[in-house]
Structures are given as C-alpha cells and as structure tokens.
Nanobody, 130 residues
Framework: QVQLQETGPGLVKPSQTISLICAVS??????????WAWIRQSPGKELEWMGA???????YFNPTVKNRTFIWRDTSKDQFVLQLGSVIPEDAAIYYC??????????????????????WGKGALVTVSS
C-alpha cells in the first residue's frame, strides 16, 4: 500500500515561498499510470486541487495558482515537491499530497477533483503571518 508523508515549513511570512516535500513509500513515483498531486484545504473552505505530476514528469496546475506554483520530483528519493511563491495570507492551509493509482486503462487522464485520489498523506499545516 502506498504511504505518503508531507513535510513543510510550518510558518511563512507573506511574499515568501512555501516548499513542501512529499515522501512516498510502498511504491515508486515513476510507477506507470499513477498521478501524484498536491491538494490543500484552507479554513472554512473546500479541498482545492493545486497540481499534479505524472510518472513521466509532466506537470499540471490549477489555473488559480499556476503562475506561482512549481512541482518537481526526486526519483532517487521517491519524493515530489510543491513550491508556491509570493505567498499571501489566503495560502494558509493544510497541504496534502495524494495519489491516484489509475485504472486498467492507464489513460492520460489527470484527476482534478480531490475525491478522485486514492491515498493521502496526513497533511502539513502552513500558517502565513508576518
């Protein structure tokens, strides 16, 4: 079974950059058909899909954060990273990494709904404050 664990900065100041690491175990992040994603939940709001990375390294982003978001991976460590720049108070949230294991068709479909993801980390709280 896939396990994911987020590591984050805890507290950042406005305008700084958030970097979060997702450590994966039980499966390689290059496993065919899998989609690895970052999802967040701000206080009082619904889960928000931020972006994802596919086994070949291709990335996809939510248009609302695309201009200041990067996702990349370290295949030697089975980790993938979220970087969110120009942080504002509204970016305060619990950040989750998650994976969709796909199905037998192994299509190129990239899930953008949090409900489509099969395994999740426990989340990392990020607070934005000066």
């Amino acid at each position: 079974q896939v396990q994911l664990q987020e590591t984050g900065p805890g507290l950042v100041k406005p305008s700084q950059t958030i970097s979060l690491i997702c450590a994966v175990s039980g499966q390689s992040i290059t496993t065919n058909c899998y989609t690895w994603a970052w999802i967040r939940q701000s206080p009082g709001k619904e889960l928000e899909w931020m972006g994802a990375i596919r086994p070949d390294g291709t990335t996809y982003f939510n248009p609302t954060v695309k201009n200041r978001t990067f996702i990349w991976r370290d295949t030697s460590k089975d980790q993938f990273v979220l970087q969110l720049g120009s942080v504002i108070p509204e970016d305060a949230a619990i950040y989750y990494c998650a994976v969709d294991v796909g199905d037998s068709t192994c299509s190129d479909y990239v899930p953008r709904s949090p409900a489509e993801y099969d395994y999740w980390g426990k989340g990392a709280l990020v607070t934005v404050s000066s």
